[in-house]
């Protein structure tokens, strides 16, 4: 083990010893004079804070914009940070984003601008000649108050393409053996030292993207205790097609699913579309989203509807459960002791199932759903032949709307099945009252949800939707 945190600050080789284990990059970066990152929400939504984390992976170095309010300096290990400080070149010539930035008048007050110039800079490495829409995609996690969207959506598209960023020598920061902080940290290499770490440690707090566990340490001021980070297992990132499954590593972040997933289940790829930004997106994980036990969390009513299988693992021993038997109660899940997800297996869609997934909210972007309802339906001569369901929002955890399922499974596929449907949801659940909705609200919203499904799979009009941004 070591106890030495080494990444690429800029283009130079970088080790740290002395921090505590939950401090945020961004307080990192600003203790230490890089103050262009700026500190705004502290939660991962206003874009203030927005630097690029580069990594090696199969496909070459990846750049992520990410959100530096809520990672924890650990999870920079092996990595490369680029912050709005490293943009400009030793001539001091800027890069082409900060050039467009200016020529544009793209710029009022500037608190928010080094965290659009940040994101912006990653979607010119990655994608030099981006369209309207993709630009604006980059940009739902980037809050502006004065200078208003049009002039920054110019700049980026006054964009060309050009060199990107050097690659740096990773190798040199030999990151190979785990990381080890005051006994307090871990971050295992690989999917049996971090069951063995667990097993050592069955109590510790588990960090994947930290898009939630950040916010414990920023806004609640939780003590973590000992932490087990998994931003190094990367034998838990990969998502392959096999046995008539979507295998997903429980560390595949939502931008790594979206297009596996989209390819045969399009309408979950807008509900991702739709989970957060796209800096929230690129550290957010499948699996973190389903063992934090969120009653709220989008993606597991789509999965839950679909039939998703989890993989668990204890040590060397590994159990298969299906989803919507892994919620127990409010945050609380099957889980034991030293357990953790490593895989979430997701069936291929079968030929005549037709799904369909409804998020409610009240904004497109970046915001946490009233209610969230996902369908798997299969229609045979006008009849239902089979039918699942998942809701958000509904209950204290995510969950199916069984009563609702069986007043349609096995019956023609009509008003009366489904106004039977509609009052059989009413003792499926009974919702609260809360800051995002009213239980009677969401009541009727969910009651109109099935009708949503019934018009769409039964009107010979096509279904409009928005297309995803390649």
Not at 75 to 102: N, Y
Not at 280 to 306: E, F, K, Q, V, W
Not at 388 to 417: F, I
Not at 445 to 459: G, I, M, P, Y
């Amino acid at each position: 083990m070591r106890d030495e945190i080494r990444f690429i600050l800029g283009d130079k080789p970088h080790g740290i010893r002395d921090v505590a284990p939950t401090t945020t990059v961004l307080e990192y970066l600003r203790a230490n004079g890089l103050t262009g990152t700026k500190e705004g929400c502290a939660e991962g939504d206003c874009g203030a804070c927005t630097c690029i984390v580069a990594a090696p992976g199969a496909a070459g170095v990846a750049y992520k914009a990410v959100n530096t309010c809520i990672m924890f300096v650990p999870a920079l290990d092996g990595k490369q940070l680029i912050t709005v400080e490293h943009l400009q070149s030793a001539d001091g010539a800027l890069h082409p984003v900060q050039q467009a930035m200016v020529d544009n008048h793209a710029s009022q007050c500037g608190f928010c601008t080094p965290g659009f110039v940040m994101s912006l800079a990653a979607l010119h490495q990655n994608n030099p000649s981006p369209t309207r829409a993709e630009v604006n995609d980059e940009l739902a996690g980037n809050l502006c108050r004065c200078t208003g969207y049009r002039p920054i959506v110019d700049a980026a598209l006054s964009l060309k393409p050009g060199a990107g960023f050097a690659v740096p020598d990773f190798g040199a920061l030999d990151t190979a053996a785990m990381l080890a902080i005051d006994n307090a940290y871990f971050a295992p290499r690989s999917v049996a030292e971090l069951a063995d770490t667990l097993l050592a440690h069955p109590s510790a707090t588990i960090a994947a993207g930290t898009t939630d566990v950040g916010l414990w340490v920023t806004k609640l001021h939780r003590d973590l205790g000992t932490v087990v980070a998994l931003d190094a297992v990367f034998d838990m990132r990969g998502i392959v097609e096999a046995d008539g499954f979507i295998r997903i590593g429980a560390m595949a972040t939502y931008e790594d699913a979206m297009a596996v997933l989209s390819a045969h289940y399009p309408d979950l790829g807008l509900l991702i579309r739709r989970i957060g930004s796209k800096q929230i997106r690129n550290r957010g994980t499948i699996g973190g989203n389903i063992a934090n036990g969120s009653p709220i969390g989008d993606s597991p009513p789509a999965l839950i509807a679909i039939g998703a299988v989890l993989v668990l693992r204890k040590g060397s021993e590994q159990r298969r459960m299906k989803l919507e038997d892994f919620f127990l109660g409010y945050r609380k899940t099957a889980l034991q002791p030293g357990e953790f997800v490593e895989r979430i297996d997701v069936p291929l869609p079968a030929p005549d199932a037709v799904f369909r997934c409804y998020k409610i909210s009240k904004r497109f972007d970046q915001d946490i759903s009233a209610v969230c309802a996902a369908f798997l339906i299969t229609l045979s001569h006008g009849v239902v032949s089979a039918i699942r369901s998942g809701w958000g929002g509904m209950a204290a955890t995510p969950a199916m709307s069984k009563q609702a399922e069986a007043a349609m499974l096995g019956k023609p596929w009509n008003e009366n099945t489904l106004l039977a449907a509609m009052k059989a949801l009413d003792s499926d659940f009974t919702p609260l009252t809360d800051m995002r909705a009213s239980a009677i609200y969401r009541a009727t919203v969910a009651r109109n949800l099935l009708r949503k499904l019934f018009v769409e799979t039964t009107a010979d009009t096509p279904r409009i939707r928005l297309d995803i941004p390649a």
